[in-house]
């Protein structure tokens, strides 16, 4: 009788890439084999379910997106939640767990689950369950593994304590549940890493099936001894595993015709109004030799209501590798089969709970273009993707290591061979050459093809109708998981689309000796991006940008001498840019800043380059912060007296992280304060909106 009481929980997702839902559907598959039901929604789907009225436990899975942001489809719950009007017992009578995502590399890390958590606790909401923060920087799994495994016992005691509540027999309850497997109560998580104790002895939830040993004796050669991403050694290698469930398959794919046409880019987005325009030029701003490669591009957006403010950030819709592409429908045998339409339907009888087409898939479209334009085919693969890549496996020893990769045993292994190598699908399948998974599975695991976002360098006011951006050539050399070298998906696609402007030669021409036609790039804006100029020209601001950091610092200056031009009678507050590369002769990207210095509109223009020998009885500062402390006083008055702003932007985790620190020396030694006083003073200029930063990792 048991089977018929499964008490429900409802279950809520909020995701940007998908990373939220899978582990939320992992949580909604792991509920039955412990007695439960997860009534499994997205947090925007606000008609399906209502918190106000709700009586059962709460579950919220939830990512953070941007420099801290909810994500998109948690945007409307968070604004009404957010309703200052509502009182502070609003959520009373809520019991709930929350598991957010979020990356440490971001200053505001977790912050679109810490948001909703603080506000739910603000209006009376209770915990049943500690909330755990998951960070992409380590493994999330690391977080979000034990968090599950704990979560059933907490509902457990939820669903006793409510039917005590309520006056009723738990009993019935107690039966219910007691006939789930038992799982050691998780103690506080959160993204402290070291903290977290994985207790392998537990007994492991009936959701992972534990793998026998299987006896395949393989030919080990002396180079054997380490393990890598198709070798395992002891102890993975002689454990028994727990791998995660088979993801139930939900996909089919139908081939039609070759006639049609193929949807157009502005259809694959749902964040505004794609604008296609014209790439009028293209400037390389690094010498050959340089280490990295830094490339300009002037876009021409004046036939388009296209509106942008210096700092803004702007996306583009870029495709896969042409080459990889055409690889991975040879590797899947279907090399004929590119250019036929297929139609993507939800498998009849499908097991997977709240199963839907794709929203990034289109109705009907060809193979290739759904390759090219849909699926992001560099993605790191998932352990939920190994798991299903396991039974297209053919070979016993490929198959084992393919379990072990997505096992707990081998956790380790997954995050040195896959995730820190940033092996994709197509590396697996040349690792595993008998594994040949259908083009339905790859339509389920592989994640959208994400539009690339970038700083606009650039200023209306200076450059009308024009816009520019600034991007080094990524480049991912080979490794021993990943034997060939790559170039980034939109930065080597950028930079290959531009070439006939960077190098004008014959064949560029067409048959009338004309010039050939323009290439045209498909752009969309960013929302809610605070990186701006201040409202108040008066207000001093400090500006940290090295390498190609200091883009969205070229529109500042541009706008703000086209101010000083229009208004004469206005009063400008002083400005500093502290800029910073490895080789002065090499990629000192701007030279021509030293023109914004001498008509005034910079005040202070501060240079470092780290890999240039100095003969200098003092050696001048390598790096930027390293400046920046140099100036301790001048940063101080305006931060503190002048109540200026200070701007950063870059990467985050070599150089941010540094700033970040110097800045608070700074204000520690200015203000004789200690340490964590001068931690909270950085933490309020954040909060003002008065340090701001565009960084990534």
């Known amino acids: 009788m048991c089977c018929d009481l499964k008490r429900r929980f409802l279950l809520l997702y909020a995701t940007q890439k998908g990373q939220a839902k899978a582990i939320a559907e992992e949580i909604w598959q792991q509920a039955g084999a412990h007695g439960l039901e997860a009534d499994m929604h997205c947090i925007s789907e606000m008609d399906k379910y209502n918190l106000e009225t709700e009586k059962d436990p709460v579950v919220i899975v939830i990512s953070t997106t941007g420099t801290g942001d909810p994500p998109d489809a948690a ?24 598991l957010g995502l979020g990356d440490s590399e971001y200053t505001f890390f977790c912050n679109g689950g810490k948001t909703v958590d603080r506000r739910l606790q603000e209006l009376g909401a209770q915990h049943f369950y500690d909330t755990g923060l998951a960070d992409d920087c380590v493994g999330l799994e690391l977080v979000v593994d034990p968090w599950i495994d704990g979560l059933w016992l907490a509902l457990k005691e939820a669903f006793l304590l409510q039917k005590e509540k ?11 549940l007691s006939a789930a497997p038992h799982v050691g109560h998780e103690l506080n998580l959160s993204s402290e ?104 591009l002037e876009l021409d957006i004046a036939d388009t209501v296209f509106d942008y403010q210096p700092g803004d950030a702007f996306c583009v819709i870029c495709p896969n590798n042409v080459n990889e592409v055409e690889e991975l429908l040879h590797i899947l045998g279907l090399s004929e089969k590119g250019e036929y339409f297929v139609c993507v339907k939800v498998k ?34 998932k352990k939920a993707f190994l798991r299903a890549l396991v039974e297209c496996t053919s070979d016993v ?26 092996v994709c699908l197509l590396d697996l399948l040349h ?86 036609s323009t290439e045209k790039i498909s752009i ?75 008509n005034g509109t910079l005040t202070h223009l501060k240079v470092c380059f780290s890999r240039d020998s100095s003969t200098a009885e003092v050696a001048p500062p390598k790096y930027v912060q390293d400046v920046i402390r140099l100036y301790a006083k001048e940063i101080a008055r305006v931060l503190l007296k002048e109540r200026g ?12 992280d540094g700033v970040s620190d110097a800045v608070v020396d700074i204000l520690s030694m200015e203000m004789e304060a200690d340490k964590l006083e001068a931690m909270k003073i950085l933490a309020m200029l954040r909060e003002a909106k008065r340090y701001l930063q565009d960084v990534w990792s």
């Open 75 to 98: 945007r409307k719950f968070v604004k009404k939640i957010q309703d200052t009007t509502l009182p502070p017992d609003h959520f009373a009578h809520l019991q709930y767990g929350l």
């Open 166 to 176: 309520e006056g009723m027999s738990s009993d019935a309850v107690s039966s219910s």
């Open 193 to 296: 890493v070291q903290n977290l104790k994985l207790e392998d002895e537990r007994v492991r939830s009936s959701d992972v099936l534990t793998q026998k040993l299987v006896d395949i004796h393989l030919v080990a050669s002396t180079r054997d001894t380490e393990p890598s991403l198709v070798h395992s050694v002891p102890p993975v290698s002689q454990s028994a595993l727990s791998i995660p469930a088979l993801p139930p398959e939900y996909i089919e794919v139908q081939f039609q015709d070759t006639h049609g046409e193929n949807p157009h880019l502005s259809s694959l987005i749902s964040e505004g109004t794609a604008f296609e325009v014209p790439v009028t030029k293209a400037v390389q701003l690094t010498r050959e030799d340089a280490i990295k490669t830094a490339l300009l």
């Open 348 to 381: 009849e009888g499908t097991k997977k709970k709240g199963a839907a087409h794709p929203q990034h898939i289109p109705e009907r479209s060809t193979l290739k273009f759904i390759l090219t334009w849909c699926l992001e085919i560099r993605a790191i693969p």
């Open 397 to 422: 020893g490929e198959k084992r290591r393919l379990q072990e990769l997505c096992s707990r045993q081998g956790a380790s292994d997954y995050t040195r061979f896959i995730r820190d190598s940033n």
């Open 431 to 516: 690792a595993f050459p008998s594994c040949r998974p259908s083009l339905n599975l790859l339509i389920e695991h592989l994640p959208k093809l994400q539009a690339r976002s970038y700083s606009v360098s650039s200023s209306n006011l200076y450059q009308p109708g024009k816009l520019c951006f600034v991007f080094n050539i990524v480049e991912f050399p080979a490794c021993p998981a990943r034997p060939v070298s790559r170039k980034g998906v939109c930065t080597g696609w950028l930079a290959e689309l531009v070439a006939p402007l960077l190098h004008p030669n014959k064949n560029t021409l067409d048959t009338k000796g004309g010039s050939s």
């Open 524 to 598: 969309f804006a960013r929302p809610n991006n605070n990186f701006h100029l201040p409202a108040d020209p008066s207000v001093p601001f400090v500006m940290v940008g090295p390498g190609t950091g200091i883009s969205p610092f070229i529109g500042f200056l541009q706008h703000r001498q086209k101010l000083r031009e229009a208004h004469a009678d206005w009063e400008f507050g002083e400005t500093w840019l502290v800029f910073g590369c490895r080789h002065q002769d090499r990629d000192y990207l701007f030279k021509q800043l030293r023109c914004f210095l001498e």
């Open 645 to 656: 702003y200070f701007y950063v932007c870059g990467d985050k985790k070599h150089m941010a």
